[in-house]
């Protein structure tokens, strides 16, 4: 395999700019920082779930901050109507007729805080746009920037005052991403570091909405193997045979993963993707798309014990299997 061209090492020195810059907001979980920087290079959304104070919402706003573009937050709540996010039709004042006022969701980011504490009819207004990167209001369809990004916050679904995101929409988000609890050093350290007062405003834009579309673009060129593309069918596949769950693995998920993965290899300066590349996202890609049976689920069996046994059923690409020999 040729060494990488030049878009490739642009890549990878832009994404290891965007992450430092983030890590000086978000301390101690570059993984999650990778892949949430990941799922904007792919095109995709991210999902951040986590109990509250571990600093899903600062993510977002870092990202929002290190990406100079514009961006609006929105925090959901049972009362927020889909009319709040996407806009409304209004009659203009020298009576030509209606007006559109356009809602925060036409931003380059959008940072949807507590996604679950909304309606499903309020959370359902966002499949458009994720899907399609356009919303229709009175029967008119609007476009929405490019590059256009869906960052949500949720907490667990078992507290209290949340409703469950549907599969339809949990199938949109390209990754969901948790933090977890730091270890007691890096706790140490966001205490100092947030004793001053916000970092968030510390931090300056280290990349354009265009060089991220021109970002994307090279990331198109990176090679993915045919028998690579035939392991994640394979596992899509499997997904869908397993007794244990009710929901399989989407052709969406199966594009979301290749696609994560092209920007993985990039990120490590290589024009091609790799084995490991695919394996270190399928987690954040494939988990929170799977749906357990009832009968599992009263078993104690998580998606993730489902998602173990399938990638322990299908063999992983090798040299030789990749050849073709």
Not at 15 to 27: G, P
Not at 162 to 184: A, C, I, K, W
Request: charged residues 20%; aromatic residues 4%; hydrophobic residues 45%.
């Amino acid at each position: 395999m040729s060494e990488p061209d030049t878009g490739i090492e642009n890549v990878a020195a832009a994404f290891a700019s965007i992450v430092d810059n983030i890590e000086h907001a978000v301390r101690g979980k570059r993984d999650a920082v990778e892949l949430v920087v990941t799922a904007m290079l792919a095109g995709g959304h991210v999902l951040v779930e986590d109990l509250p104070g571990v600093g899903k919402t600062l993510v977002a706003r870092a990202l929002a901050a290190s990406v100079h573009g514009s961006w609006a937050r929105v925090q959901f709540t049972p009362d927020l109507l889909p009319s709040d996010l996407l806009g409304v039709s209004v009659w203009s004042d020298n009576g030509s007729g209606l007006d559109f006022r356009p809602g925060p969701v036409f931003r380059h980011l959008v940072l949807g805080d507590e996604i679950n504490r909304a309606s499903p009819k309020t959370q359902s207004a966002l499949l458009e746009a994720m899907e399609e990167q356009q919303v229709s209001v009175d029967g008119i369809t609007h476009p929405l920037p490019s590059p256009f990004l869906v960052i949500a916050t949720q907490n667990p679904a078992d507290l209290a005052g949340t409703y469950p995101l549907p599969e339809n929409q949990l199938d949109r988000f390209m990754v969901r991403v948790h933090l977890g609890y730091p270890d007691s050093e890096t706790e140490i350290d966001i205490i100092d570091r947030h004793l001053d007062g916000s970092i968030i405003e510390d931090l300056q834009p280290v990349c354009e909405v265009q060089q991220v579309l021109d970002l994307r673009r090279s990331v198109s060129s990176v090679y993915v193997a045919p028998a690579l593309k035939v392991y994640v069918v394979e596992l899509a596949e499997a997904s869908r045979r397993h007794p244990s769950l009710a929901v399989g693995i989407s052709p969406r998920a199966s594009i979301a993963i290749v696609r994560a993965a092209r920007v993985r290899a990039a990120s490590r300066n290589r024009s091609h993707v790799v084995p490991d590349d695919v394996q270190w996202l399928l987690r954040p890609v494939l988990a929170h798309r799977l749906t357990v049976t009832p009968d599992a689920e009263l078993a104690g069996t998580s998606t993730l014990d489902v998602l173990e046994d399938i990638v322990s059923q299908v063999p992983v690409p090798t040299a030789r299997r990749r050849s073709g020999v």
